[in-house]
Structures are given as C-alpha cells and as structure tokens.
C-alpha cells in the first residue's frame, strides 16, 4: 500500500465528515510536511502486529487506532514497552479486549504498532487558528512544563527564519534545551527547521485548523514527532 | 486589470485625493453661522485656513461663512473632489448616493449610530452603505469618524492643529487615538505629515493607510491606534514591511473573546488574543505602547535619538540616588548599566575633581557644584560616550535646583552645552531634565524641553518615559537588524 499524500489524508477524513484525523493519519500527514516521525504503523490483526513487531524491533509501543477514540489511555488503548512477539501479542488482545468494554460504540480499525523512542527532551509544537490572523504556531517544553507552567511561545504563520531562532530562545526553559548541567544538548537548528517547514505547510494547506505534536523527542543529532494529533477545519469544505 | 484588488476596487495606492483635495463640500452644514464655525466643518476649514474651495451644501440656505451654499452636491456646478457627510444617519445613504452621482472622489461619513452603537437598525444602515459603494470608484473615510488632519494643504478635523507639516502619520481607528494624541503630541513639539481617524471603516481601514504610510517618503515615523483588525493576515505583512523601514509605535487597547469555543488540540486551549498580539509585535518589530502619553514619549525619543547598536547605558547627571535608580530600571527593561573602561575612567579624572559628591563610575556623577551645566559636562559626556561598551548615553538633570539657587543663563547653557554634545558625540543621546512639582518651575522646564526637542535634542520628564522609551527602541532595532 502506498502512503497517501497530504491533500489525499485531508479529502478521506473530510469525506468521511471527520475533523479529527487519527493518529496514524496524523503522523502521515506531519511526515510529508518533511518531519521525521517515529514509524508507526497499522496492525488490523494480532498476526500482522507480530510481523510489524519483528519488522521494527523491539521494544515497542502499541496504542489503539479508532475512530471514536480520543483518549487512548483513558480507555486502557495503549501499552509501552513491549519486549517480544509474545507480550505484543498479548497486549493486542487486551487492549481490544479493554477498548471493547470501556467504549461499547467504538468500532476498533486494529491497533498500531510503532517503535520506543529512545529518552530526549520533550518538546511541543502545536498550531491553532487566530479569527484574525489565521495560522499561528507554538512551541513550548513538552509534559509538564506545557501542561502546568505554560512555558510556550507563540509566532504568526509564515514565520521569518529569525521566528523560529527566536521563539525557541524564548521560552523560560531554554537552558534545558541548551545542556543544562552537563545533559545533552539539544541541536536547536534542527527543531528551527521543523517550526520553518510546518510554517511553510500549515500555509499550503489551510483545511488544517489545529495540532498538537507533542511530544517532539529532541536529541543532540536528531528531532522526531512522537506523537500527534490533527484536526482539520470541517466548515471550510467546499 | 490590475490583479491587486481590494472590495473589487484598484488597490489605493494614490491617497492624493484623500489628504489633498483641491475642493471640499459639506453636506449638512449648518446655517447658524456662528455654531457652523465654532463646532462645524465650514468652520473647521475656514479656520484651518483650507486653501481650497468649500462648498457648503444645505437646502435651506445661500452662504454660509461667507461661502456659496448649493441645495445639493449635485448643484454644485464644478466637480468636487471631496464630501463630508454630517447629516443625520437616516440621510446618509442618500447623501452617499448623491456624491457617487457627482463623482466625489473621497467621501468622508462623519455621521455615528451606525454599526458601533451595536442595534439592529445601525448595523442595517451601515450594511446597506456598504452596498451602495460596493461598485463605484468613489474611496469612503468612515462612517462614524473625525477623518483627516492633513496640513500640507488638507482638510483638518481640528482647526487648531499645528499648520506646519512634520513627518509622523497618525492611522487611528477613533478619534481619542488621533485628536487627543496629536493635542499631546504638539504640546511637546512633534509634528504630522498626516492623520487619519476611520471608524467603522466600511472602504478605507488601518491596511491601506499603513500601506500609503509606507509609500510615502516624507514619512520616518508611523503612529497606529487599534481596537481590532479586519484581513489579519494582509495587516501582519504590511506592518512587517512598513516597521522594517520606518519604526510604527501601536496601540492596541481591548483584547477579543472571539473563537475561545470549541477548540480541540492543547495548543488552542493554551492560546489566546494576547499571545497572538505579542507574538505579532515580536515578528514585525512594531513597539508597543499602552496609553497616549507614552506614545507621545516613544515618538519623542524615535525622532530624535540616533538608532541604538547595543544595550550599553552610561548615566551622566547629579544625584548619586537618581543614578542607582535609573540603573535598576535599566536592567528592568533590557538594558544593561556597564562599568566603564580603565582609560574612560582615567580620562573622566582629569576633569572631575576628585570633590564632594563625584564618581567616576557609571552611574557617572560630574561634580560641577550645583550649576550642573559647564564646559566639562560636555566633555564628560563625550569621554563616556567613547568607551567601547557604551550604545548610549542617558543624562539627567534637575533644573529645579538652578532656580532654586537663583543661577541666571542657566536654561541658555543647558541648550547650547545639549547642542554641542550632539553635533560631536555620534552616539544616541537622552537628557531626562526634571521638572519638578513646582507649578512655576514646572512651566519653565517645559519650555525649556521644547526648545530641545526643537534643536533635535531628545528630552524627558522623567527617568521612568526616557528609559521605557529607549529600551523600546533598542527591541526595535534588534528586531529589524535581526
């Protein structure tokens, strides 16, 4: 199967009277703005999860792709970690097993598959439309420190390259980024070019109403999109 | 066809008729002569000493003020290149109509009650206005506003603004930002090339006057007063590229509630109007203020004191405690106090005394006795200005103190030691000159501080408006350096 591309994604969920993509759709989508994304894929039975566990080696992380789901955890749809064929095989059955319970309604695609991100810190880029301006882009810590602090800044789409330098440099903590206390520190260049070409995406395609690409693992050599979801703009279908 | 339309109209880029228009009728002047000149736009011009030609337009009358009334604008047998609307808002579409028969350039409605009194029947009227000028090629002011201040040969909306054109365009929304700042703003010696208020703006907005004030080379300062912004996304890019070439001092009072519902992602729940709104002051470079009166300052400050390449501050005055303070607000908004150099300070004591209350540190304290004013104080503040790590030089001084003492030729010395430390130090320069709270004193200074702002020579009242002011400007000038 060949990977769809952006303006295909978009016109299947539209099509289907979604706003929300899943997170499959989701990380497909950020990946053709020119992201790395961790590989995630889609496993409609325990058999072909195996394979995919084999593929990808392990560990691994397993979370349920449906539709009416939209908080997996919650629903007893995700499951870290994962060692082997044996305990990926497991954890199938049982978040089917939990999802079909807690969420009677929910029709379940199958669950997917993607690979443990190995430990860096954990960023977020997120975007929202403004009434007045349109497309605007944030950057923050990811975990706590967007959840609790709010340590995040904002940039208008299209962002200028010193935008980006500057939003990043922004947030109260940059240092963490910037090897704090002998960690690792962060390649900044590379989450700059991430915020430039989502700025550059988010403006090609204005169907796109807001996303959260949280948690970005950022590391010395590398940056990728751990998770994300999209939502698209359901009044602007034309 | 030109492709850059706005309202299915050529997109203006020729605001001539709008700030120079060679004729100007008033529909709605008033007969009673003596209300007409005092509160009316006859008056207004008549007293602005408009050189064009008016022509006040009211059935019910033959001359007013000395000029030729018509019936109607459609009587008036030349063309007119400009209307004021003041009738009544149930007149006005008919008077719009009226003026796009006669082909009336610019329409100015100075008439309220329309969309911004918030009832059904105002925003009705302001909708069928809309449609009325919807295909002709008439441009409207308005409605609901003062309109234009335009001294090099317009009309103006107060016919006691200064005459004499300057270089800074005022772009306000209501009057308040326009009227009342302009009132400040000449107290203190600065000047506009032109000012518009636009209301509602049912044509003409905050865009294309930003744009006009971009194309227009007289212009080196943009002053913009806003509550909202409609076509957000053209409005970021003009006042990117116009705050690149020429600082825009906004105002943006009162922040919008709209589209908090319904939002999905974590990134919309955590945003809001403000962060967008500072994010935007963060990417254009426009310096942001928050009432009148420090725009007034910002203004001051941008017209006189040379671009700044760094954050360094030397602090030259009287006054060991003003010093410590100004150092602390400094550091409060981004600027940094740095000890000077070895050589600055072997050069600062040679003509300092080492006398009562002198240091030769920074904060800067040049003990001339209480004259504060000599032929050393200008030498002190070019040794300060020469050491590497200073951008910037702030001097204060505290003229209630000269008179106090009863010293004469005081106010002389300040102006010409101000101007010769200009014209050989080519560094920026601030005087913070005190005005105290004495009435007389009060006067005296602000006299005083005119006449420095005249010879180009930034001035301000106090420690606080100077070192917010020029913290502002060195944000600007990374920015746009960036």
């Known amino acids: 199967m060949t990977a769809l591309n952006s303006k295909e994604i978009i016109q299947k ?11 499959k759709e989701s990380k497909d989508l950020i990946r053709n703005a020119g992201v790395n ?78 690979q443990s991100a190995r430990p860096g810190v954990e960023v977020i880029v997120g975007m929202f439309t403004d009434a007045q301006f349109g497309p605007v882009l944030m950057f923050g810590l990811g975990g706590i420190f967007v959840e609790v602090i709010k340590d995040v800044s904002f940039r208008i789409v299209p962002l200028a390259q010193k935008d980006s330098k500057r939003m990043i440099r922004e947030i109260k903590g940059y240092p963490l980024l910037d090897g704090y206390r002998g960690q690792e520190k962060v390649d900044i260049s590379i989450l700059e070019s991430i915020i430039l070409k989502l700025s550059n995406f988010v403006g090609q395609y204005p169907e796109i109403k807001e996303f959260d690409l949280n948690p970005i693992f950022a590391y010395c050599d590398d940056a990728v999109v751990v998770d994300a979801r999209v939502i698209l703009n359901v009044e602007d279908i034309s | ?147 234009v201040y335009s001294p090099s040969g317009g009309p103006s909306f107060d016919p006691g603004l200064p005459k004499e054109p300057g270089s800074i365009y005022s772009i306000s929304q209501t009057g308040v930002g326009s009227r009342r700042l302009i009132r400040l703003a000449m107290g203190k010696g600065l000047l506009f090339k032109k000012a518009v208020s636009f209301g509602n703006s049912i044509d003409l907005g905050a865009n294309d006057f930003l744009e006009d004030a971009l194309q227009d080379s ?52 955590i945003a809001g109007d403000k962060q967008v709104w500072e ?29 700044l390449k760094g954050r360094g501050v030397g602090l030259i005055g009287r006054g060991g405690g003003l010093g410590v303070i100004a150092t602390d607000m400094c550091e409060s908004v981004g600027l940094k106090v740095p000890q000077l150099g070895k050589k600055t300070r072997k050069s600062l004591e040679k003509i300092i005394p080492a006398s009562f209350g002198s240091t030769v540190g920074n904060p800067v304290e040049i003990g001339l006795g209480h004259t504060g004013i000599s032929e050393q104080y ?58 105290g709270l004495n009435s007389e004193v009060f006067a005296t200074v602000v006299e005083i501080q005119r006449k420095l702002f005249e010879h180009g020579i930034g001035c301000f009242s106090s420690m606080d408006t100077a070192i917010k002011a020029i913290g502002k400007m060195a944000d600007y000038y990374e920015i746009i350096a960036d």
């Open chain 1, 13 to 23: 969920v539209l099509s289907e009277g979604r706003s929300l993509l899943t997170e």
């Open chain 2, 218 to 269: 007289d212009v080196n300062l943009v002053f913009l007063y806003l509550e909202g912004i409609s076509e957000g996304q053209r409005f970021f890019n003009i006042l990117r590229k116009c705050a690149e070439q020429k600082p825009v001092v906004l105002l943006k009072a009162g922040m919008s509630e709209a589209g908090k519902n319904a939002v999905a992602s974590h990134t919309a729940s």
């Open chain 2, 1 to 147: 066809m030109s492709n850059a339309t706005f309202n299915g109209k050529k997109a203006y880029n020729n605001m001539d008729a709008v700030f120079y228009p060679n004729s100007v009728a008033i529909i709605g002047a008033r007969t009673d002569s003596e209300r007409e000149l005092k509160t009316g736009w006859v008056g207004k011009l008549t007293r602005f000493d408009y050189k064009g030609k008016i022509y006040p337009i009211n059935p019910k009358a033959k001359e007013i003020l000395g000029h030729r009334a018509y019936p109607t604008i459609g009587d008036v047998p030349d063309p007119v290149e400009y209307a004021i609307i003041t009738v009544n808002r149930n007149l006005v579409a008919n008077a719009v109509k009226e003026c796009i028969s006669k082909r009336v350039k610019t329409i100015h409605i100075y008439t309220g009650g329309f969309s911004e009194v918030g009832t059904e029947e105002g925003i009705a009227l302001e909708k069928e206005l809309k449609e009325i000028i919807e295909n002709c090629d008439c441009r409207v002011i308005g409605p609901n506003c003062l309109g």
């Open chain 2, 279 to 307: 994010a935007l002051f963060k990417q254009t470079g426009a310096i942001k203020v928050q009432t009148l009166e420090e725009a007034v300052e910002q203004m001051i400050a941008l017209q006189t004191i040379r671009p």
């Open chain 1, 37 to 114: 994304v961790i590989d995630t894929r889609l496993a409609a039975s325990k058999e072909e999860a195996i394979c995919i566990g084999e593929q990808l080696g392990y560990p691994v992380v397993a979370k349920i792709s449906s539709k009416e789901v939209t908080h997996k955890s919650d629903a007893g749809g995700v499951k870290l970690g994962i060692q082997s064929s044996e305990e990926l095989g497991n954890a199938y059955d049982e978040i089917c097993a939990s999802v079909a319970e807690k969420i009677p309604k929910a029709s379940i695609e199958g669950v997917t598959v993607q």
């Open chain 2, 378 to 435: 200008v030498d002190g503040l070019e040794i300060v200005a020469s050491d590497p790590q200073i951008d910037c030089l702030i001097s204060f001084l505290n003229p209630a103190d000269y008179i106090h003492f009863g010293f004469e030729g005081w106010a002389e010395d300040t102006i010409n030691a101000m101007k010769k430390a200009k014209g050989i130090i080519n560094k920026p320069i601030a005087l913070v000159f005190l005005p």
